[in-house]
């Protein structure tokens, strides 16, 4: 499978899928290292949200549907509803009073959407094809608003609204999150591998008790470098770290270009010590066996 179709299947997959994991709001004791005073969650305002939006390069217009309650959701409704970079999609953007507030509707937990999900009305008959992202106080909603049919032959427009709809989620992560991003890297005799890991994490007292709430996201790409990669009949891999299997695969060799894509996402409270993090990936393919080491 080369990378181009890999990427383009699993953007499509994720648009079925609640994007991210979290640790859940797990109680936690408030003698953390000082420096968490800083990733104490400070409410987003609808305004910050849309400029952050605006300087990644999403235009977004406001579609006339304020305060809808077939949009309600735990007693708030979105002010408006944006059409994304003419009709790419729809943004709905719900901005709750506290984090804890938004919890009490949405974890950023992967989950597939059904219809047995308490969601909106007017959200409830479009859950394939819609998923959330969180940002402390606020839920947003990204609907592509076409049918997707993965079985029929790719339209351009599907590159066209990952795209997007990528960029939205890196904004998110990257400046209403303010994640970080840390990249691993090594290599064995026959083999190269790259892993980006994104994680953020923020601190909050509810009622006297600490809560603490994050998300881990690894993206890699393991490259052969020895010959004939065609020839290739079996492979699999399975990538670990310090705390245990990330994720791992057998692929279809087929198609199979020398480039295979891997990832996962970290269920848990985050790491403040992401940058600390140790990885490693154990390639078999046919008869062989390799492991690359991955060191920032």
């Not at 402390?136 to 049918?147: E, Q």
């Not at 009949?233 to 198609?255: P, R, V, W």
Request: charged letters at 25%; proline letters at 4%.
């Amino acid at each position: 499978m080369n990378r181009k179709t890999y990427c383009i299947l699993f953007l499509a997959i994720i648009t079925l899928v609640l994007f991210g994991c979290s640790g859940g709001g797990k109680d936690v004791s408030r003698e953390q290292p000082s420096e968490q005073d800083d990733l104490v969650p400070q409410p987003l305002s609808l305004t910050q949200v849309t400029e952050v939006l605006s300087r990644s390069g999403i235009t977004l217009e406001k579609v006339e549907e304020a305060k809808r309650e077939d949009l309600a959701w735990n007693g708030v409704t979105p002010p408006y509803v944006f059409n994304i970079n003419g009709d790419l999609g729809k943004l709905y953007i719900y901005v709750y009073p506290s984090t804890d507030d938004r919890r009490e509707v949405a974890l950023p937990s992967t989950k597939i959407f059904s219809s047995e999900d308490n969601l909106p009305a007017a959200l409830s008959k479009r859950y394939m094809s819609i998923y959330p992202l969180t940002s402390k106080n606020v839920l947003m909603i990204l609907d592509h608003t076409r049918d997707l049919n993965i079985t029929g032959p790719m339209n351009p427009i599907w590159d066209t609204i990952f795209s997007t709809f990528k960029t939205i989620k890196k904004s998110v992560f990257e400046d209403l999150n303010e994640g970080k991003t840390y990249t691993f890297k090594g290599e064995s005799k026959h083999w190269q591998a790259e892993l980006v890991l994104r994680t953020y994490q923020y601190f909050w007292d509810s009622n006297g008790v600490g809560h603490v709430e994050g998300r881990t996201e690894e993206e890699g790409i393991l490259t052969y470098t020895g010959a004939n990669a065609s020839n290739i009949k079996h492979l699999e891999y399975q990538c670990i770290n310090d705390l245990g299997e990330i994720s791992k695969g057998i692929f279809n060799t087929a198609n199979f270009d020398g480039d295979i894509e891997f990832g996962g996402f970290g269920m848990g409270n985050g790491s403040l010590q992401a940058n600390e993090d140790t990885y490693a990936v154990i390639i078999k393919w046919d008869e062989r066996q390799e492991t690359v080491e991955l060191k920032q």
